[in-house]
């Protein structure tokens, strides 16, 4: 299964360099947004919006992986619908063609007839990647009993503002095209647990002379004995962040830092206020939350509504456990915790839907979430929590 991870890394630096290219010209930009209907929104926003940068990403991924892998593509599944209306009324399937004039051709519908930005995209879909060798190592899992979860563009809103001039605290972006990313992960069907994932930051340095983005990608595997990751020192594959605190956080010792919501609850914004003085931070994206925990600019990140999916989680968690980490159920967590039954941790999983729940929010994180590098700190988030009665 060497071959999927690898599979996978490349479709994402694909999907990267659509997202970049999307962005790149802003009067062609503001021609790809389309408010979502009212089934499709994400209720943590008044307004939310879907891209054809987001669903074109979301097709090459079927795509791409589907060609390699025959089967697979009936078991990817993501945020958005393939449909797109343009500027005329018509309904459109977004797909990709079996050759770049063909999707141009279907493109150039979507856009109005604009040749020029259809060709664009088209070969942006169509285009190769080369890679190194990863050094995942050989490992097998049977391909039929996988899954795949899909967030095209993690952090819309940030990517249609398109913020490039964001000034990082501690490393930390709050805004900007930097907390956009395409999260990629992989999932038994039978257990729901996360064995893979890439979680590609197409915005990660801007350069000053040409203004033009460079993206960053990192992946994971967690299957069985199985435990490797790009930031091991012996991956071969492994990339170097631009930021000189990669490995910041230990993985023992006390709790020190947490990201957040802006949106998150006053008490629980308290709570980690009152415990940690400056070291709570804010970001957009639940991905690149997620992100920040994967490189340990932070301890934690928690989430305590219910506006994160399955295809926010399953990418990063995936890492996360590659690392000796995890993501789990904040809810549930807390209550086997105060009930004192706490035997294993209530990781996510991302093969059951809901009950009763319907659209987007059969597969929302209805406990919200709690995604750590280590399991002292995430005993230290527990007390913390548990002694302000959350």
């Not at 967690?222 to 956080?249: D, F, P, R, W």
């Not at 996360?320 to 915790?337: F, N, P, V």
């Amino acid at each position: 299964m060497s071959e999927l991870m690898h599979a996978l890394v490349r479709v994402s630096e694909k999907a990267a360099d659509i997202a970049r290219a999307c962005r790149q010209e802003e009067s062609l930009f503001s021609l790809l947004i389309e408010e979502k209907k009212e089934g499709e929104k994400n209720k943590k926003f008044v307004t939310d919006f879907k891209t054809l940068a987001d669903v074109l990403v979301q097709e090459v991924i079927k795509h791409d992986i589907g060609k390699q892998f025959p089967g697979i593509e009936n078991n990817i599944f993501g945020e958005e619908s393939n449909e797109f209306r343009n500027g005329l009324g018509e309904k459109i399937e977004v797909r990709v063609c079996e050759t770049e004039q063909d999707t141009s051709r279907l493109l150039c519908k979507v856009l109005g007839e604009n040749t020029e930005a259809a060709e664009v995209l088209a070969r942006a879909a169509h285009s190769d990647f080369a890679l190194p060798d990863l050094g995942t190592g050989d490992f097998s899992i049977p391909l039929d009993s996988l899954g795949v979860w899909v967030d095209p563009i993690d952090s819309t809103f940030q990517y249609i503002k398109g913020i490039s001039d964001s000034v990082p605290n501690s490393n930390i972006y709050s805004e900007g095209l930097q907390c956009v990313t395409v999260l990629i992960g992989v999932y038994h069907l039978q257990t729901g647990a996360p064995v893979m994932g890439v979680v590609n930051q197409p915005f990660a340095v801007l350069d000053p002379e040409t203004q033009r983005w460079t993206g960053q990608y990192y992946w994971g595997i967690s299957s069985g004995s199985i435990n490797v990751n790009s930031l091991q020192s012996s991956a071969g594959g492994a990339k170097e962040h631009h930021c000189s605190t990669l490995a910041a956080s230990t993985q023992q010792g006390a709790l020190c830092s947490v990201v957040l919501s802006t949106g998150e609850a006053e008490c629980v914004k308290r709570v980690f206020l009152e415990a940690l003085k400056g070291g709570v931070h804010y970001a957009a994206g639940a991905g690149y939350k997620s992100l920040c925990v994967v490189l340990g600019l932070v301890d934690v990140y928690v989430f305590s509504e219910d506006t994160t999916f399955r295809w926010d989680c399953c990418s990063p968690h995936a890492i996360l456990r590659s690392m000796g980490g995890g993501m789990a159920d904040l809810k549930e967590i807390l209550r086997l915790r105060h009930d004192g039954t706490l035997e294993e941790r209530p990781e996510l999983m991302y093969h059951t839907p809901v009950q009763d729940a319907t659209g987007p929010d059969r597969w929302a994180n209805k406990g919200g979430l709690i995604a750590y590098r280590s399991k002292a700190h995430l005993n230290e988030v527990l007390k913390l929590l548990l002694k302000a009665s959350l």
